[in-house]
């Protein structure tokens, strides 16, 4: 099974939520089913605008940071939800798919998203 197989399986010939040239979410029968925008219900497609808009937040404010592995003294946070309340998690390991380089930076960034539209990114809950 390859990704092509799974969009095919998922989209083609179906209703699918997708974002237009002019940044609109559209609802619409498709056979461009191995398009990368392609998602299942709206909220699918508003989690994932919410991880993009998140990607640019952190990338912002990360200012070119990008985690190093191998190097143990650097720190690395990522957000983290507890107990309903999105809060910085200082990381040793990759387990998210978006990291900072500060608790700072990670609280500023929770700031700007705000618990709800993370809890929807982490936890699928509605916007």
């Given at each position: ?18 974002v ?11 056979t461009?089913?191995?398009d990368?925008n392609?998602?299942s ?29 191998e ?19 200082k ?32 936890q699928?809950?509605?916007?």
């Open positions: 099974m390859t990704i092509n197989d799974i969009m095919k399986s998922l989209y083609f010939k179906k209703n699918v939520y997708f237009d040239m002019f940044g609109k979410i559209k609802f619409n029968q498709t461009l089913y191995s990368r392609n998602c219900s709206r909220s699918h497609i508003e989690q994932w605008l919410s991880m993009n808009d998140l990607l640019n937040v952190a990338y912002f404010l990360n200012a070119g940071w990008v985690p190093h592995w190097n143990k003294e650097e720190e690395k946070y990522i957000i983290l939800i507890e107990n309903g309340t999105p809060v910085p998690l990381v040793d390991n990759p387990v998210s798919f978006v990291y900072f380089p500060s608790e700072e930076n990670t609280k500023e960034a929770i700031r700007i998203m705000g618990s709800k539209q993370l809890l929807h990114i982490f699928g809950e509605s916007l």
